[in-house]
């Protein structure tokens, strides 16, 4: 196995590199996505810890600085402008769940006007699941659909 793996690698392609250009928020972009990370760990965090809202589970692991590891996903994607409350809180699995399996015909703005109790059910990674908001968030979620419609 050795030599096979040896070989191998002596045929392996050389890695290259290029530089290319990226776009970043900035500004009041950057800021809002601060306010974000601040609003979702006040809303999210309980005696377990800070809770991905999908999977009610406390987020796998704490940076060195001892803050939770989580993803902040923007929910509502077609909104004019960048609302700090436009965002949730997710551990790294459901994250990429959401923004790469979201079933395409989800109309979370319905869902949220029309939410009934503190979770809206999605179809993501095939199967379905539930997000929690507290109400707080259903609250300011729903202020900002009202804004951006006027």
């Given at each position: 196995?050795?030599?096979?793996?040896?070989?191998?690698?002596?045929?392996?392609?050389?890695?290259?590199?290029?530089?290319?250009?990226?776009?970043?928020?900035?500004?009041?972009?950057?800021?809002?996505?601060?306010?974000?990370?601040?609003?979702?760990?006040?809303?999210?965090?309980?005696?377990?810890?800070?809770?991905?809202?999908?999977?009610?589970?406390?987020?796998?692991?704490?940076?060195?600085?001892?803050n939770f590891?989580?993803?902040?996903?923007?929910?509502?994607?077609?909104?004019?402008?960048?609302?700090?409350?436009?965002?949730?809180?997710?551990?790294?699995?459901?994250?990429?769940?959401?923004?790469?399996?979201?079933?395409?015909n989800e109309?979370?703005?319905?869902?949220?006007?029309?939410?009934?109790?503190?979770?809206?059910?999605?179809k993501i990674?095939?199967?379905?699941?539930?997000?929690?908001?507290?109400?707080?968030?259903?609250?300011?979620?729903?202020?900002?659909?009202?804004?951006?419609?006027?």
């Amino acid at each position: 196995r050795s030599k096979r793996v040896k070989e191998q690698a002596d045929e392996a392609p050389d890695r290259f590199f290029e530089i290319r250009k990226r776009s970043v928020p900035t500004g009041a972009s950057a800021e809002t996505k601060n306010l974000a990370t601040k609003y979702l760990i006040q809303e999210y965090t309980h005696e377990e810890g800070l809770l991905c809202q999908i999977c009610n589970k406390e987020v796998p692991f704490k940076l060195n600085n001892g803050n939770f590891y989580f993803e902040k996903v923007r929910f509502l994607d077609n909104l004019k402008r960048d609302h700090q409350y436009n965002f949730i809180a997710l551990c790294a699995n459901h994250s990429a769940m959401f923004q790469y399996t979201l079933d395409e015909n989800e109309n979370l703005v319905d869902k949220i006007k029309n939410i009934k109790s503190n979770n809206i059910k999605i179809k993501i990674g095939q199967s379905l699941h539930k997000i929690y908001f507290t109400n707080k968030h259903i609250l300011d979620l729903k202020a900002i659909i009202e804004s951006e419609n006027k």
